[in-house]
């Protein structure tokens, strides 16, 4: 189990942004860059959705609807990982959870992420006309 809190969430306007984080510790910076992450959300009466990731090797994956808008990274020296959320909309709205995982069964990263990961408690977007 990798421990996650995320922080970062909050109302913003359509068109703005944010950056959430998500915290782990207990690991060093070798073992945190080889952890493969991402980022999830879940919409009031919606299932539970992909929304970015990074994998052990670095290669990031991106759902269609974040891509050209969301940028994931990592920062090894704060065992942080992050999401930046630009050009926000009211369809953005929704809890944001990370997740962690450093086993592999070669599935795709979503899939791997949502069957295998540690996650934390989550942090709320909330995104208004």
């Known amino acids: 189990q990798v421990p996650l809190v995320e922080s970062g969430g909050g109302s913003v306007q359509a068109g703005g942004s944010l950056r959430l984080s998500c915290v782990t510790s207990g690991y060093n910076g070798y073992i945190f860059s080889r952890i493969a992450m991402g980022w999830f959300r879940q919409a009031p009466g919606k299932q539970r959705e992909g929304v970015a990731a990074i994998d052990s090797d670095g290669t990031e994956v991106y759902a269609d609807s974040a891509k050209g808008r969301f940028t994931i990274s990592k920062d090894i020296a704060k065992l942080t990982l992050y999401l930046q959320l630009n050009n926000v909309g009211p369809e953005d709205t929704a809890m944001y959870c990370c997740?962690?995982?450093?086993?592999?069964?070669?599935?795709?990263?979503?899939?791997?992420?949502?069957?295998?990961?540690?996650w934390g408690q989550g942090t709320k977007v909330t995104v208004s006309a």
């Open positions: 997740a962690a995982t450093l086993a592999g069964d070669g599935r795709p990263l979503f899939s791997r992420l949502s069957s295998l990961g540690s």
